[in-house]
Nanobody, 118 residues
Framework: QVQLVESGGGLVQAGGSLRLSCAAS????????MGWYRQAPGKQRELVAT???????NYAASVKGRFTISRNNAKTAVYLQMNSLKPEDTAVYYC????????????WGKGTLVTVSS
């Protein structure tokens, strides 16, 4: 099992910045990708950004150019730098680790709330 704990959420004004962190513990092996997802009230969870074990990144179109995903070399933490925040970025942000194998296994944190005021 992999345990994930997010931190760094909070209330920020539009145009501001936040940095989310996710720390992993437990059986951290064969992790192919790490990422951030978000879920706004009344909406489905959506991908924000991912980073693979080789360092390739992928972003949702809505955050490209404003958000940056990164990880530590040990691949035990993942970060999301969020700049130029907009009210529509308000959501609970979830950290995800994906373990590869015969079938992929997803691990999730409990989420951290980001609220952007206008």
């Amino acid at each position: 099992q992999v345990q994930l704990v997010e931190s760094g959420g909070g209330l920020v004004q539009a145009g501001g910045s936040l940095r989310l962190s996710c720390a992993a513990s437990g059986s951290i092996f064969s992790i192919n990708a790490m990422g951030w997802y978000r879920q706004a009230p009344g909406k489905q969870r959506e991908l924000v950004a991912t980073i693979t074990s080789s360092g390739s990144t992928n972003y949702a179109a809505s955050v490209k150019g404003r958000f940056t995903i990164s990880r530590n070399n040990a691949k035990t933490a993942v970060y999301l730098q969020m700049n130029s925040l907009k009210p529509e970025d308000t959501a609970v942000y979830y950290c995800n680790f994906r373990r590869g194998g015969f079938t992929d296994t997803d691990y999730w944190g409990k989420g951290t709330l980001v609220t952007v005021s206008s």
